[in-house]
């Protein structure tokens, strides 16, 4: 499916289709949510599950408690999800912004977040979203 507009409602469920390819990392568990501000679509909430290291969940809410928040601005989270963005540089810039449980989504979840795989699901689905 080409041409998935970034953040969309289909874009998103095609998100939560790929997070559940991941590979099975036991143990590794949370609940994060993503803010990304000035989209084409709005503000935009994402409840993400981790349960043993696949999505095992993605919502498009506000609703729902997050051990973290991780808040972009709609260019940042492009540039980020293109791969043209490393998220601990923009973390220590300031380019994305972590509240309440940082440790988590930083440390805990780092081998989900942070893994090959995580990054070859974003090239892929990169490939077929319109920014």
């Known amino acids: 499916m080409a041409g998935l507009s970034f953040l969309s409602e289909a874009w998103v469920a095609e998100f939560a289709a790929a997070g559940l390819a991941l590979p099975e990392r036991p143990g590794v568990d949370g609940v994060v949510r993503f803010v990304v501000t000035g989209t084409p679509h709005g503000k935009v909430q994402l409840l993400v599950t981790v349960s043993d290291g696949r999505l ?15 808040t972009w601005k709609y260019p940042d989270a492009v540039a980020q999800f293109r791969g043209e963005l490393d998220p601990d540089v923009a973390f220590m810039t300031g380019r994305c912004k972590v509240e309440d449980a940082y440790a988590r989504y930083l440390f805990d979840l780092r081998p989900v977040f942070g893994s090959p795989e995580w990054s070859a699901l974003l090239a892929d689905l990169a490939g077929r979203s319109e920014f």
């Open 56 to 70: 095992s969940g993605v919502q498009a809410t506000k609703d729902g408690e997050a051990e973290a928040t991780v």
